[in-house]
């Protein structure tokens, strides 16, 4: 029951004043007084109703007596799930076992509705009117615990995607270059494409074939219809939706937000605008409820990545990020950006650990007292994507790092200032893209036909051959992380293949033999004295071995063999840096 206090005083006060002033008849005071009375009570529970809980989440103690089992996985888990975790080497475990559905049974007799349950964190979020339920699920002997959700419906606080529009406005808009040779003509996306040398992958067929993306966002309004799409729904690319902020919605009702994305990955309409992942195929997952920025949705985020699992996507792209809310006490501080705090950064690193390359925004608060990369672009497995102009410039807006704990953030960059979108309900809008919204997903899909063209790499090592081939990664920093990818160096790099340089200034001569048993030589040529750094990674980037030599100019001959006689059987990296160089070969070693 809620008890608030009336002053009498004032309300007698206010109804002789009313009475008075507008010459009424005293009989007229009880009336006017209960009417004062009314509204009264009544702008106090319209104000409760604004803020009042009715979204909670209810925290399950175990998995016991489920009748799920890991050793019979397409009991919950899609064939191409099962098979992603195959191919990496994935086992299945305790995590990929749906809540036991007793447990839902018996929460939602008590009378709520069940919202989105999490096999991951073994819980559901619910929906009631009535708070006094939550009493009653607590004493359930399988609940640990509940929290609540206070949403405040009114709250004018601007969103992730008002700060991306308002820079929309504030900036002029940019007209694209379209030209350049290539099979596929892109249009005024030319540009952000050929930034990330992305044309080279599709010109050898490499265009997201076989390849399925999970689309996390607020909405997809008018991409059924949109002309940008059509190839996708007459292929049969987009291959479901499924709303987590109201269940059993519309994706294509809702906001405007992921079809903008969308079309940077997706979009198939020649001479206008073509995507980085044109021929990839697309779950569209609605998490994020647009107007209002409320902790349940990071429960959204969580519920959309474990779908997206379950259906066997092999990239997701989030173009979300999660700090600060409408109701501050849930914010995430700079403390909780630690790769491990925010529900989202849990959920992702668990995503990455099911075999899914995660790209999401920066974010857009570069400008802001509060710079951070969000959540859950601070997850240690997650490739944060930050926002440059098409002259390779850093975007003011963009969010920096570094993480709580020292990690650089972002991870690489791609274009996020004018960027070309699809708009409406069937415009291209060329050049009037601005925020890490676009930047992520132009990454994504040129991520995943790296991975199409590269399948037998694992999530970490994906990544960091991209950071590797990335314009500052000599250098990396807490504003543009390891730069701007060029993926055809990428692409060499996983071939050891050094890019051809002009004349006689490429540093790795030689590395012989490789495969290699037990003595391998690489040969450096220096055009001065130096200190010369040499570090040996694992295909995840886990440095293993390093050491530094002081060359001479001209050709030098370094014996590895003491360095890598203990090492197992397996694929390296082995990064070479000098002053001003840097360059990345891959050994075998059988």
């Known amino acids: 029951m809620l008890f608030f206090a009336i002053n009498w005083d004032v309300l007698e006060a206010t109804t002789w004043f009313l009475v008075l002033s507008l010459q009424l008849d005293k009989i007229n005071f009880m ?43 397409s009991q919950f888990l899609t064939q191409r799930a099962i098979d992603r975790r195959t191919k990496q080497g994935i086992t299945i475990d305790e995590k990929d076992i749906p809540v036991n559905p007793q447990y839902l049974q018996g929460v939602a007799e008590i009378g709520v509705e069940l919202l989105n349950a999490t096999r991951w964190l073994n819980g559901v979020t619910i929906f009631t009117a009535n708070p006094d339920l939550i009493t009653q699920i607590e004493a359930l002997p399988y609940v640990a615990s509940t929290r609540s959700f206070f949403i405040n419906k009114s709250a004018k606080n601007k969103p992730f995607f008002e700060v991306e529009e308002m820079l929309a406005t504030e900036h002029e808009h940019i007209t694209p270059s379209n030209r350049g040779v290539s099979t596929l003509n892109y249009g005024s996306a030319y540009g952000q494409i050929e930034q990330l040398n ?36 007459a292929n049969g690319q987009i291959l479901g939706t499924k709303d987590f902020v109201n269940p059993g919605g519309n994706v294509y009702t809702e906001h405007y937000h992921g079809k903008s994305v969308l079309s940077c990955m997706g979009a198939n309409l020649p001479g206008e605008m073509i995507g980085t992942a044109p021929k990839a195929s697309y779950w ?95 997850a240690d497995s997650v490739m944060s994507i930050g926002a440059v102009w098409l002259d390779d410039t850093r975007v003011s807006f963009s969010s920096i790092g570094p993480t709580v704990d020292g990690r650089i953030k ?66 990396p920093d807490n504003y543009m992380g390891w730069g701007i990818p060029d993926f055809v160096k990428a692409s060499w790099l996983i071939t050891s293949v050094n890019p051809p340089k002009e004349g006689n200034n490429q540093l790795i001569r030689m590395v012989t033999p490789n495969p290699f048993s037990n003595q391998v030589s690489v040969v450096l040529n220096l055009d001065k004295t130096e200190v010369v750094d040499f570090i040996l990674t694992t ?5 293993v071995t390093q050491l530094s030599q002081r060359l001479s100019p001209g050709n030098n001959r370094i014996n590895l063999d003491e360095v890598l006689a203990n090492m197992p059987s397996g694929m390296y990296f082995l990064r070479v840096t000098t002053t001003n160089k840097m360059e990345v070969t891959k050994l075998l070693k059988n």
């Not at 007084?33 to 106090?44: D, H, K, Q, T």
């Not at 295909?539 to 440095?543: E, I």
Request: with cysteine; aromatic share 10%; glycine share 12%.
């Open 284 to 378: 569209l997952l609605r998490t994020e409820d647009a107007p209002t920025e409320n902790f349940i949705e990071e429960f959204n985020w969580l519920s959309g990545a474990e779908y997206a699992d379950s259906v066997g996507v092999d990239v997701i792209n989030s173009s979300l990020s999660y700090a600060g809310y409408d109701m501050p006490e849930w914010d995430n501080t700079y403390e909780d950006l630690d790769g491990n705090t925010a529900i989202s950064t849990q959920a992702a690193d668990i995503a990455a650990a099911k075999g899914i390359l995660i790209c999401n925004s920066a974010g857009n608060s570069g400008d802001s007292g509060f710079p951070w990369n969000g959540a859950p672009a601070d």
């Open 539 to 543: 295909l995840n980037g886990t440095a």
């Open 410 to 475: 972002p991870t690489v960059m791609a274009c996020g200032a004018g960027a070309t979108v699809a708009s409406g309900s069937d415009g291209i809008d060329a050049g009037g893209g601005f925020g890490t919204s676009f930047a992520s997903p132009i990454m994504t899909g040129m991520v995943t036909c790296l991975w199409q063209a590269f399948p037998e790499l694992n999530v970490m090592a994906l990544q960091e051959v991209i950071k590797q081939s990335g314009s500052t990664a000599l250098n």
């Open 31 to 73: 009336k006017i007084r209960n009417l004062l009375l009314f509204a009264m009570i009544s702008g106090v529970m319209g104000g409760w109703a604004q803020i009042a809980p009715d979204k909670y989440y209810v925290q399950f103690t175990d998995k016991n007596n489920s009748p799920y089992s890991i050793n019979d996985p």
């Open 198 to 233: 992305g044309i080279n992958l599709h010109d050898k067929g490499f265009q997201g074939q076989g390849m399925v993306i999970g689309v996390l966002d607020a909405g997809f309004e008018f991409a059924d219809i949109h002309p940008a799409f059509d190839s996708l729904f």
